[in-house]
């Protein structure tokens, strides 16, 4: 034991995971259900940022977040490119905040983003 804790074995790190979903009022329309992304997910993301531009990565990470219902990276655009300014930013900031990626997102994100002060 550790003053941290109990060393794991690897086989929990390696484990499947069943991640909790949430459901995210889009305005005007009704509930999307996403799931958080995982980190071989938001590298790629960042990856194709760099490569295809933010457009394309945030289209990426909203048709591999979202589970109800499912859509394409291309459908994804065209709502994209349809919307009004603020209707996927809800969407965009509850994927990042379920995926600890943001200074509300869990335990995870705090232990990433300690308090400073």
């Given at each position: 034991m550790t003053e941290k804790g109990e060393i794991l074995d690897k086989?929990?790190?390696?484990?499947?995971r069943d991640y909790d979903t949430a459901d995210v009022?889009?305005?005007?329309?009704?509930?999307?259900?996403?799931r958080p992304l995982t980190r071989a997910e938001v590298l790629n993301h960042g990856q194709q940022a760099e490569?295809?531009?933010?457009?394309?990565?945030?289209?990426?990470?909203?048709?591999?977040?979202?589970?109800?219902?499912?859509?394409?990276?291309?459908?994804?655009?065209?709502?994209?490119r349809i919307s009004a300014a603020g209707e996927i930013e809800p969407l965009t900031?509850?994927?990042?905040?379920?995926?600890?990626?943001?200074?509300?997102g869990g335990p995870e994100a705090?232990?990433?983003f300690p308090d400073e002060s």
């Amino acid at each position: 034991m550790t003053e941290k804790g109990e060393i794991l074995d690897k086989s929990a790190l390696l484990a499947a995971r069943d991640y909790d979903t949430a459901d995210v009022h889009i305005a005007g329309f009704g509930v999307v259900r996403i799931r958080p992304l995982t980190r071989a997910e938001v590298l790629n993301h960042g990856q194709q940022a760099e490569k295809k531009g933010v457009l394309h990565a945030e289209a990426m990470m909203i048709s591999t977040a979202i589970v109800e219902p499912s859509m394409t990276v291309d459908e994804v655009k065209r709502w994209q490119r349809i919307s009004a300014a603020g209707e996927i930013e809800p969407l965009t900031d509850e994927i990042m905040r379920i995926s600890a990626m943001t200074e509300d997102g869990g335990p995870e994100a705090t232990d990433r983003f300690p308090d400073e002060s």
